[in-house]
């Protein structure tokens, strides 16, 4: 049972453009969200995070909404650059439950074609 | 070091053998987590630590799988009677206190590409 999903595995979009990543979870009692960035032979890197009491949180050309009845959240890159080619993982926590591990989807594979 | 590291990068072992694998977390950070990553997935919890105590475990597949902490720095995740199913990257990630950096996230190492033939 997959808690977060990410359902698109990959993503090509042209330099400059908008690029929009999706995630959906169906745990009720996620209250925080990150995004990771990871590219091959390294760890995931964080890139940006909402709190469930904000529904956008903004930082640079990256920007993560939130919509909580629908349980969605999206990343927006604008503009989209070469250096942005990398997998994104969507993930999220139960804060206050003792342990702060975060559930991962299985990411999305973005292509910022030059 | 500045990040977290982990040895071995790679790891190649036989069906049945023992392994284990190495995080040396930021300096300071008391939270360590481990997590295990397969082909095509997400990483997944395994375990994890606040100081030297396994605060959560849940996430350890089965009794083959273990790790410690004991000084509360450097952290073993420890896989007896290796399995083809066992490989994958095995990442460790830090963290300031209970899982809350200034934007709460989790500083992951490079990880550790075990291979089981």
């Known amino acids: 049972d997959q808690q977060v999903k990410q359902n698109s595995p990959s993503l090509s979009v042209q330099e400059g453009r908008i690029s929009i990543l999706n995630c959906d979870y169906t745990?009720?009692?996620?209250?925080?969200f990150l995004w990771y960035k990871k590219y091959p032979a390294e760890g995931p890197t964080f890139l940006i995070s909402?709190?469930?009491?904000?529904d956008k949180n903004e930082d640079g050309r990256f920007t993560v909404f939130l919509n909580k009845s629908a349980k969605h959240l999206s990343l927006h890159i604008v503009p989209s650059q070469p250096g942005d080619s990398a997998v994104y993982f969507c993930a999220a926590r139960v804060s206050g439950a003792g342990s702060y591990q975060l559930t991962f989807g299985k990411g999305t594979k973005l292509s910022v074609i030059p | 070091g500045a990040g977290v590291s982990q040895t071995p990068s790679n790891k190649v072992t036989e069906k049945g053998k023992y392994v284990e694998l190495r995080c040396d977390p930021i300096?300071?950070?008391?939270?360590l987590y481990w997590y295990r990553q397969s082909l095509g997935q997400g990483p997944e919890f395994l375990i994890y630590f606040q100081g030297t105590g396994a605060a959560d475990d849940s996430g350890l597949p089965n009794d083959r799988f273990f790790a410690v902490r004991p000084e509360g720095s450097v952290s073993t995740l420890k896989i007896q009677r290796t399995e083809r199913g066992d490989s994958a990257v095995y990442l460790c990630?830090?963290?300031?206190?209970?899982?809350?950096?200034?934007?709460?996230?989790?500083?992951f190492g490079e990880g550790s590409r075990l291979t089981v033939l």
């Open positions: 300096s300071g950070h008391t939270a």
């Open positions: 745990n009720s009692m996620f209250d925080y």
């Open positions: 909402i709190s469930s009491i904000k």
């Open positions: 990630a830090s963290s300031p206190g209970h899982g809350t950096g200034v934007t709460g996230e989790l500083f």
